[in-house]
């Protein structure tokens, strides 16, 4: 394996993590009426960097947040060599007519947003679901789903992997398998 | 660990501790699942499951059938009452009959100890023991421990007692197995008749008096007589029984500290324990039968992991 490879540093991270809340306040208003999903296990942190950052735009914003396992539902369960392990759900309200903005930190075939699909309508009728990523790894969808709000964009070939890591050594990398 | 370590799930005592974590783990992700307005997963969409029950069941066949439909599994329902092993056919022809029919994995109950086992070795498809004779019953023993580390947070450490017809429970040796793998302390306590001969060797204790036991534990499980399964007389009469094991509140309530009380049912009230008593908050009989359908998905789920299609 080669050396992996820095496509974001901490203070870029930070820079687009700033303008994904700007648009999300555009077409949020107060946030009354939308609930911040972020998937399991990577997407809940960068949910909980959103909440953060929103917070400290208005105070006043009432932010209600989840995390969502869609393990259960994935379509790859007993098709893979490692077993599939849930993460724990937190959704302690129901999400009939909410506006909910799905949270993943890479978005890559698609195939975890579209099972994050199912599992979010066992909680209720949405009024609309949206997806956020902090990376659109383009070119490589399995099925026909596409972000509304993207961090950055990136083309990268198959066998290399985009990998966020989070915490006091914050950084984007690409490492090749 | 990520995996179970075993292919089916036959007895506690074929487990390691790691794979009670893993499927207590799983547990607590179905059990979210079950509490909500939805309660229904497609992980096993494409996977059907066989319920052979050799022998009578309420709970624990309602409870499989209720956790693999939770899991959007196909079920065939089988009872032994009503089908051709009345008119002789062997236990491999009948479930090599019902496999032909691509079923992928077997829940079977039966009142012969080791059934499951024999089975096991002669079929290809995952088995779980839903009861073998007096031999084990390990989904209700991991929901029996699922159950105090609610209570509790932890098993480790816990004082159980297990009352009542140790010589004849499946229930109580799948028990024993489990906690003590789980590091909590184990004692048995019912007449003499009724303990199985080398029952220390297990590395439990045996208590005779029944206020003893209830003043050292943590926990009581109540077990019932098992009529069914005894051909000589053990004690003189239930009446008798009652008043020497039975758990009423007037003995509840004369301990020092508040215990918590289990019972795998069915119940025999007013001879092991009494209405009030299994109505009690105290009692958490009915948190057992709901976290047995989380246990079930959570041993279904695993074990169909290794079904590749």
């Known amino acids: ?177 | 660990m990520s995996t179970l370590s075993v292919k089916h799930l036959l007895g506690i005592k074929n487990l390691q501790k790691e794979d009670i974590d893993l499927i207590f783990k799983t547990a607590d992700n179905f059990k979210e699942v079950i509490n909500r307005p939805i309660r229904k997963v497609p992980s096993l969409r494409d996977i059907t499951i066989a319920n052979l029950f050799f022998e009578n069941s309420t709970r624990t066949r309602l409870s499989f059938e209720l956790a693999e439909k939770r899991l959007s599994a196909d079920t065939l329902n089988f009872s032994a009452a009503s089908s051709s092993v009345k008119k002789g056919e062997t236990l491999i022809d009948t479930v090599n009959n019902i496999l032909a029919m691509k079923v992928d994995m077997i829940v079977m109950r039966h009142p012969d100890a080791g059934a499951s086992t024999f089975l096991a070795n002669h079929v290809d498809v995952p088995i779980v023991n839903a009861g073998d004779g007096t031999h084990e019953h390990p989904t209700q023993a991991l929901l029996d421990a699922y159950s105090i580390r609610e209570k509790y947070g932890d098993v480790n450490g816990k004082k159980v007692v297990i009352i009542g017809d140790i010589l004849h429970s499946r229930v109580a040796l799948s028990n024993i197995f489990c906690l003590k793998m789980l590091g909590a302390e184990v004692k048995v306590c019912g007449p003499s008749t009724l303990m199985p001969k080398y029952i220390e060797s297990l590395g439990v204790g045996y208590e005779p008096y029944l206020m003893t036991a209830l003043e050292w534990c943590d926990v009581a499980n109540m077990l019932r007589i098992q009529l069914e399964r005894q051909d000589t007389k053990f004690f003189p009469s239930l009446k008798e029984y009652s008043m020497m094991y039975g758990l009423n509140k007037k003995r509840l309530d004369s301990l020092s500290k508040q215990i918590t009380v289990m019972h795998p049912g069915p119940i025999n009230r007013g001879v092991e324990i009494t209405s009030d008593v299994a109505d009690s908050k105290q009692a958490i009989i009915l948190d057992q039968v709901e976290n047995g359908v989380a246990i079930r998905m959570a041993v279904l789920y695993l074990l169909a992991n290794s079904i590749k299609k």
């Open chain 1, 1 to 177: 394996m080669s050396k992996p490879k820095s496509i974001l540093d901490k203070q870029q991270i930070q820079i687009i993590i700033n303008r994904l809340c700007q648009q999300l306040v555009e077409n949020h208003d107060d946030f009354s009426n939308t609930i911040l999903i972020g998937l399991q296990p990577r997407g809940v942190q960068l949910c909980q960097r959103i909440k953060a950052y929103l917070k400290s735009i208005n105070s006043k914003f009432e932010l209600k947040i989840g995390s969502l396992d869609i393990t259960f539902y994935r379509d790859d369960f007993r098709r893979r060599e490692d077993p599939l392990i849930a993460s724990s759900t937190s959704l302690d309200v129901s999400l009939e007519g909410k506006k909910v903005v799905v949270i993943d930190d890479v978005l890559y075939t698609g195939r975890s947003v579209r099972a994050s699909l199912d599992a979010l309508l066992d909680y209720g009728r949405p009024l609309s679901i949206e997806l956020l990523v902090l990376i659109d790894r383009r070119l490589s969808r399995h099925v026909p789903i596409q972000p509304d709000y993207v961090g950055c964009t990136i083309d990268v070939v198959a066998d290399e992997r985009v990998s966020v890591e989070w915490g006091d050594n914050e950084r984007v990398i690409l490492k090749s398998e």
